[in-house]
């Protein structure tokens, strides 16, 4: 019998435009990038020259800090533009896709055999670590540190999310294999929902598997860790996504390095929400041309999930840890008169001075304004009620805002990431941008600890 | 339409002549349309609720005890006068709103006045905090009061009690709490008494002109003064006796706490732990006695929850979000203690027979205490977590 986690606190947010269970295969006609800034925490050092031919799976730039940490291209093809931005900055390496795409081959013979050194050292050649995520700082791992375990969280319960389950379909032993490698390194926690207890994706032996059952954010691998093993001062756990799993599998399977991903192409301003399987780094025009509704409104590209995804434009690129990219109404151009008193029932809110509660199952169709002026912390216990951490997180919070760091370590600040605090975000009724706050309180503390 | 005129006045507030008006011109923007800034980074979207919106509904809740207690003003002058068979309902009811509105206007214009001024100068959009605060200060106290009275105890409760500590969110005691503990201690006679409770003057020749020397005591003040109450059980429920406007009525309260926890404004674990606390407390006088205080010890539990400002206090006071506990489980030390100290300073203090806005203050005062042991004991479980590792 697994063992299992009642979450009781969050929030299961419906929205207009969920993916559909059908997949398309876009063909690849622009550049495709791999931008550092998608990598928190890493300084890059650029490996490649404008012009250079790279294969999939060669090194386009490392990590200034270890060096041994490689970020390698998703695609064959031939390197377009380093372009940089203020003071140099590199923003992204685009290479140009060739029509056939070539890979560059890994010895992974006998892997079953593999020491933690010889996996983690694969890890790292074929750049695959890169898609490591550490806690604390919720940065990019140092492959010289020992994690006390590794995470994997098999779900999400975002908003339009990509679901997993579909998303592994015809990929299950990838993905098992994926984790076995894991499991090589460090003791290895899967976290699955209860849908998924019968599924492909198990058995695994190699893998402690805990099953978590509540609304969003139960799926966050931050949540879990809470609940299993939770993070103290001092210790490092390492997270990855489970689309990542599969890109460790396949590797192990071809010795080829195959970052294609299934993503979701979901939103109310989709025309035909459903799912498309592209390379890391795929210029978003490509995924979503054709794809919008008409619209004389303005809309807005998400990298992502409406709540931890980032607003792009269809020039940017998909981001190395997005799963979804989705198109909502942006809202900038919709007026809106007393909102503080009129029904408005056409809305969404946690709070019952709406009429929200009268249609739990509605989808709803949200625009991205913020609704409200930002202000002090007036409600009390608000973010309570949705972050299911054994954490007060609105104390953390003005302990961040008030660069106490001594009191940020009390309070668990190396428990948590930015996406932890999105339900919370979303509910502010202060409209406190919580994710912000908490990337740069990580950052801060982590020069600080450095 | 709404949106060409501020379009049309932006400039001038932005860049114009009117610069220095410009927080009060987005105060009035912000009012009539949604702001429609989008999200730029975190999350896309937001839940619609907004400070706004909040402020709002708890001055919608308010207004079953505001109109009763304009009624009400109306009900004592007239029964004060011996008329009451011979003034209509309506005339009554407009009496009282004759003499309660000028309060009102007074106390918005002053405290906004105040939070416009701050809000330019710290180059902030204007907090809506005060629309609440606002609105409870002219209810808090006795119809007597003189306006000056009122515009000097707003203007110290938002400068000194608000906005010294940063504004909405920050303060550490309910500023319209304040505002009546300014006003009792600086103004004792006209904030107690049975001098204060019946509006004696005539407005616009409505209602009726009693005497100067005319005193009408609240139950509690009957109580404190050894007598026994005259209020039967029925005027306390729907609030036809003497007391401060809003407190009187237990059924428009009970409306407004319906409301404040329908919409989850107010957290009901403070409004039924300061009713629990005081009605405990209340039995316990009531089995006991005292000898100070005999009379108001051995008033029924019951009645001691609906008398004087207990109610109000419990709904709309002890539950501000901001000077209450911030921890959940704080919330229930936090109310019961406000239950338990108002009914004993009533018993325990022959000065004055009101306990409760003493009692809120105090724990407003403790609040953050009781918040620092739950959350220290948060911090000492993870510092124990990482020794044992």
């Known amino acids: 019998m697994k063992q299992s986690y009642k979450i009781r606190k969050g929030l299961d947010l419906c929205l207009e435009g969920e993916a559909t269970h059908v997949l398309d295969i876009p063909p690849m ?60 900055r590199v923003l992204g390496i685009h290479v140009q896709p060739d029509a056939r795409q070539t890979f560059k081959e890994f010895s992974v013979e006998g892997w079953e055999r593999f020491s933690a050194e010889e996996m983690k050292q694969l890890l790292l050649d074929s750049g695959l670590f890169a898609l490591l995520r550490q806690r604390p700082y919720d940065v990019v791992p140092n492959p010289a540190d020992k994690p006390k375990a590794i995470f994997v969280s098999a779900f999400s319960k975002m908003p339009l999310s990509a679901d997993f389950n579909y998303v592994v379909e015809g990929q299950e032993e990838d993905f098992k294999n994926g984790l076995r490698a894991l499991a090589c390194i460090a003791k290895l926690y899967l976290g699955i929902s209860p849908e998924q207890v019968n599924t492909a994706i198990l058995p695994v032996k190699e893998a402690d598997v805990r099953i978590f059952d509540g609304p969003n954010p139960s799926g966050n691998v931050g949540v879990q860790i809470n609940h299993i093993d939770p993070v103290n001062k001092g210790e490092t756990v390492w997270t990855m ?44 025009s490509d995924i979503v041309n054709g794809q919008l509704c008409e619209a004389t409104h303005l809309q807005r590209i998400i990298n992502g999930n409406p709540l931890v995804g980032r607003q792009s434009t269809q020039e940017d690129f998909l981001d190395a840890h997005a799963t979804e990219v989705c198109v909502i109404p942006d809202g900038g151009d919709v007026d809106e008169a007393f909102g503080w008193i009129m029904p408005r029932f056409n809305q969404f809110s946690t709070s019952r001075s709406y009429f929200s509660w009268l249609q739990p199952k509605r989808a709803y169709n949200l625009d991205c304004r913020i609704k409200g002026g930002e202000r002090h912390m007036i409600m ?43 339900v919370a975000e979303f509910i502010c009724s202060s409209k406190l941008e919580l994710q912000r706050i908490v990337r740069e309180g990580l950052d801060t503390l982590r020069k600080e600890n450095a | 339409m709404l949106k060409k005129i501020f379009d049309t006045l932006r400039p001038t507030f932005t860049e114009g002549k009117l610069s220095a008006f410009r927080s009060v011109f987005d105060g009035f923007e912000t009012f009539a349309l949604v702001p429609n800034t989008t999200s730029k980074s975190g999350v896309s979207i937001h839940d619609s609720i907004d400070s706004k919106r909040i402020m709002s509904m708890v001055v919608i809740a308010l207004m079953p005890a505001l109109l009763v207690g304009m009624y009400n003003i109306g009900y004592q002058n007239a029964l004060a006068a011996g008329a009451l068979a011979t003034t209509s309902c309506w005339s009554m009811f407009l009496f009282g709103l004759a003499v309660m509105l000028p309060k009102i206007i007074v106390s918005y214009l002053v405290g906004l006045g105040i939070e416009f001024v701050v809000a330019q100068w710290k180059h902030e959009e204007i907090q809506e905090g005060y629309l609440v605060t606002g609105m409870l200060i002219p209810m808090i106290v006795p119809v007597g009061t003189p306006l000056w009275m009122l515009a000097v105890a707003v203007a ?27 006003l009792f201690f600086a103004y004792p006679t006209t904030m107690s008494g049975d001098a204060v409770w019946v509006a004696k003057d005539q407005f616009l020749g409505l209602g009726h002109q009693l005497p100067d020397t005319f005193t009408c005591a609240t139950p509690l003040g009957e109580a404190g003064a050894g007598m026994e109450i005259t209020t039967d059980m029925a005027s306390m429920f729907t609030g036809l006796m003497p007391g401060s406007i809003g407190e009187t009525s237990v059924i428009a309260i009970a409306v407004g706490a319906f409301i404040l926890l329908w919409a989850g404004i ?85 000065g004055y027979p009101e306990g409760m806005m003493l009692a809120i203050l105090f724990m407003n005062m403790f609040a953050p205490l009781i ?19």
Not at chain 1, 58 to 77: C, E, I, N, R, Y
């Open chain 1, 380 to 422: 009390s216990a608000e973010y309570e009620r949705v972050f299911p951490m054994d954490i007060y997180p609105s104390y953390l919070i003005k302990a961040i805002i008030t660069g106490d760091i001594d009191r940020q370590e009390a309070l668990g600040i190396y428990e948590v990431a930015p996406e932890d605090f999105a």
């Open chain 2, 156 to 182: 110290f409760s938002v400068i000194f009690a608000k906005e010294i500590f940063g504004g909405t969110g920050m303060n550490i005691f309910n500023p319209a709490l304040i505002a009546r503990a300014f």
């Open chain 2, 266 to 350: 107010a957290s009901w674990r403070t409004m039924v732990s300061v009713f629990v606390g005081g009605a405990l407390m209340a039995m316990l006088f009531n089995s006991t006695g005292c000898a100070s205080n005999p009379a108001v010890a051995q008033i029924p539990w019951f009645e001691h929850l609906m008398l004087g400002g207990f109610c109000f206090g419990a709904v709309f006071m002890a539950t501000d979000p901001v000077t209450s506990c911030r921890t959940e489980k704080g919330k229930y030390i936090y109310g019961f203690l406000i239950g338990v100290l108002a009914i004993a300073i009533r018993v325990l203090n022959p």
């Open chain 1, 241 to 284: 996504a489970p689309e990542d799993v599969i890109f460790i599998g396949r590797l192990l399977r071809t010795g080829r390095v195959n970052m294609t991903r299934r993503i979701a192409l979901a939103g109310a301003e989709v025309k035909e929400p459903r799912y498309m399987e592209v390379p890391l780094g795929s210029k978003l």
């Open chain 1, 29 to 88: 006609r622009s550049e495709v990038a791999l931008k550092p800034s998608d990598f928190c925490g890493v300084v890059p050092r650029v490996l490649v020259k404008e012009g250079d031919s790279v294969l999939a799976g060669t090194p386009l730039f490392s990590d200034k800090a270890t060096g041994a940490v490689k970020f390698v291209s998703p695609v064959s093809g031939v390197v377009r533009q380093v372009r940089r931005g203020e003071r140099r």
């Open chain 2, 371 to 389: 918040d620092y042991f739950y959350v220290s004991n948060n911090i000492n479980r993870r510092a124990k977590r990482a020794k044992q590792q």
